[in-house]
């Protein structure tokens, strides 16, 4: 199980749009900046984070991005970025745990997707 950068990455994206004043949006140029990730990598995340309806986008001159959800959780934007988390590619199946160290493996798993998924990263107001 591990976070790929573009996870990583994507997290503190969201993190710096949550933390804009309400009704304030920012350019991608300035949330790389902030965040320290290449424009062009920024771009990637935030247009996958735009399709997958976390994050709002802008055109125009005054354009730019905004946190489209009062509240989203870090397993959401790890899913939208690189899939399902898994300890170990034999879990990928739904396939029953084989001894009692599969069973313990897969209970970790769970347990981490599920702190995951009440780790909520909350839009400023």
Do not use: C, W
Request: glycine share 6%; no cysteine; proline share 2%.
């Amino acid at each position: 199980m591990k976070l790929i950068q573009e996870s990583m990455n994507g997290i503190r994206l969201v993190k710096y749009l949550a933390n804009l004043k309400k009704g304030e949006i920012a350019n991608a140029k300035d949330i790389s900046r902030e965040v320290g990730v290449p424009v062009k990598f920024a771009l990637k995340i935030l247009r996958i984070l735009r399709k997958n309806k976390i994050i709002e986008s802008y055109r125009g001159i005054t354009g730019g991005y905004e946190l489209r959800k009062e509240e989203v959780s870090v397993y959401e934007i790890i899913k939208v970025l690189q899939g399902d988390l898994y300890i170990s590619n034999d879990f990928k199946e739904k396939k029953e745990p084989i001894d009692e160290i599969d069973i313990e493996l897969k209970k970790i798993q769970e347990d981490v997707i599920v702190k995951l998924k009440h780790l909520k990263i909350q839009k400023k107001l």
